[in-house]
């Protein structure tokens, strides 16, 4: 598949599948809608000391540094796990700017290791923030009771729908705790459906720039429905 580093609305880059006209972060603007989607609606609402964080897509590695980012200035523990069946490759992480456009020199050993670090297994990036990246597809998800926060950030439905169903929601409803988050940048109906049938509690929310609506969804106490 044709792919290409373009730059988005906010100076920052992204790269672009031209076959699926599909990118891996919002052309509008590819930090504001981390901040926005990841990092305010989800990241930012829970109320945890001791956080652990599943990411549906580890990609770039965008919502990664800026999770690490954030959560530098806060009495927070942030163990990471990201889900990646396709890494970028080291050339087009070159293209990249995220870490000028964050300002923040400090990041740059950070982000190298992110990418550099071997899969399947935790690396610690600071005394209070660990990585795990694993190479695998979706659907091979197993775990139960393990994650507070879920970043849902995979290619788009309209692209990839298998990805988007009751199938997988129910994997992802089975892997977080009660009570926990997950916020995607997609506001699609089949897509909210899916979560309120496996039991989710589902809100929309304003979108970040360029989309009118997003979506964050809670497991309750109540159990599975699926």
């Given at each position: ?161 298998e990805l988007w169903t009751r199938e997988i929601f129910t994997k992802v409803f089975l892997a977080m705790k ?49």
């Amino acid at each position: 598949m044709k792919r290409k580093v373009i730059t988005t609305k906010d100076g920052s880059k992204t790269i672009h599948l031209e076959d699926w006209n599909e990118s891996y972060h919002s052309t509008h603007g590819a930090i504001q809608e981390a901040q926005h989607v990841y990092i305010r609606q989800g990241f930012k609402k829970s109320g945890l000391q001791n956080i652990n964080i599943l990411e549906f897509g580890f990609g770039t590695g965008l919502n990664a540094i800026i999770t690490f980012l954030e959560a530098k200035t806060l009495p927070k523990s942030i163990n990471y796990t990201a889900l990646e069946a396709y890494p970028v490759s080291k050339k087009e992480l070159e293209e990249l700017n995220y870490l000028e456009s964050l300002n923040d020199d400090s990041l740059n050993k950070v982000y190298k290791l992110m990418h550099d670090s071997p899969w399947e297994e935790f690396i610690s990036l600071s005394n209070k923030f660990t990585l795990k990246k694993l190479r695998m597809d979706f659907r091979e998800l197993a775990e139960v009771n393990q994650y507070d926060i879920v970043y849902y950030d995979a290619f788009g439905p309209r692209v990839q729908p298998e990805l988007w169903t009751r199938e997988i929601f129910t994997k992802v409803f089975l892997a977080m705790k009660e009570n926990g988050i997950l916020v995607t940048y997609s506001c699609k109906g089949s897509v909210r459906r899916a979560l309120l049938e496996c039991g989710f509690k589902v809100e929309k929310l304003p979108g970040p720039p360029g989309k009118r609506e997003m979506l964050r969804a809670y497991k309750p106490i109540t159990g599975l429905k699926c």
